[in-house]
């Protein structure tokens, strides 16, 4: 499998699970915040694991496979968490869905390029 197919992959199920998302934010007004809240606890959680994995890894490929999952995860976390600061503050669930989109869309782009980093140098972030 290639970095291109990793792409196409990765890029359509972000897209499909953003649509899930939309749909389900329309059918529970209060399903964006509790959503929110869950993933960014549960991604922290991952992500403080992956540190310590980090460092108990002595392999380098695996420290640097875990450290780009890693950075993954925290730079996930942080999109999450300022969902739930400006998601009180919107009146109209069209800013969210706009506001969510496009914090997806750096989701999608910074896995991209840590996936295109990682193939680079010949290391697999897919198995974990």
Same mark, same amino acid.
């Given at each position: 499998?290639? +970095? !291109?197919?990793?792409?196409?992959? !990765? ?7 953003? $649509? ?5 934010? !329309? ?13 960014? &606890?549960?991604?922290?959680? &991952?992500a403080i694991w992956g540190i310590g994995r980090y460092y108990l ?32 503050? +919107? ?17 999608? +782009?910074?896995?991209?390029?840590? $996936? ?13």
């Amino acid at each position: 499998m290639n +970095l !291109f197919d990793n792409y196409k992959i !990765f890029t359509i199920s972000n897209v499909i699970m953003g $649509l899930v998302f939309s749909a389900l934010y !329309f059918i529970t007004s209060g399903f964006i915040q509790y959503y929110n809240l869950v993933y960014g &606890i549960l991604t922290l959680a &991952i992500a403080i694991w992956g540190i310590g994995r980090y460092y108990l890894k002595n392999v380098e490929d695996d420290k640097i496979r875990v450290g780009v999952q890693t950075a993954w995860l925290i730079v996930s976390f942080a999109l999450g968490y300022i969902s739930i600061i400006y998601a009180p503050v +919107l009146f109209t669930k069209l800013e969210i869905i706009v506001i969510e989109s496009i914090l997806s869309i750096i989701q999608i +782009l910074w896995g991209s390029v840590l $996936l295109a980093i990682s193939y680079r140098k010949g290391y697999s972030v897919i198995k974990v």
